[in-house]
């Protein structure tokens, strides 16, 4: 059973490393190559409150995507301790083992399917 532990473990630390990897690049990619010289020479020279109102709601709008990848490399990262701790992919609701297609998915779960199933059923029957 070890080594068919191992072998999981092994293929889910592929799939975290492999999507932080992308995340990476793709928040790499929007900071500087979206909002390299181009983007900034905007900021340099707005023309009318129109344009300073579109240039306050593009950088709000940048900054909010960024945070948001940055919340998601956080909770990659935490993902990626517990796979070192041997917890990861372990349901904090039943104690079973999420199944491997629902990480690759959502690497960042803690609750397997049929819980968070249950848990979006029990919400919604008490509104």
């Known amino acids: 059973m070890a080594g068919k532990d191992s072998i ?8 975290l490393l492999d999507r932080k ?13 979206k909002l390299g010289k181009e983007y900034n020479a905007q ?4 023309r009318d ?3 300073m109102a579109l240039i306050d709601i593009i950088e709000d709008t940048g900054i909010a995507v960024a945070d948001i990848r940055r919340e998601e490399l956080e909770k990659m ?7 070192e701790e ?5 349901c904090s609701e039943c ?29 919604k029957a008490t509104l």
């Open 43 to 46: 900021f340099d020279n707005p």
């Open 86 to 90: 041997g917890t990861y992919g372990v």
């Open 8 to 15: 999981r473990a092994n293929r889910l630390k592929k799939v």
């Open 95 to 123: 104690a079973g083992e999420i199944e491997e297609e629902r990480l690759k998915v959502m690497p960042f779960a803690t609750v397997c399917v049929k819980c968070k199933s249950d848990k979006e059923f029990f919400k």
């Open 49 to 51: 409150i129109e344009e």
């Open 77 to 83: 990262d935490e993902a990626l301790r517990k796979l």
């Open 21 to 33: 990897r992308k995340m990476w690049i793709e928040l790499r990619d929007e900071l500087f190559r």
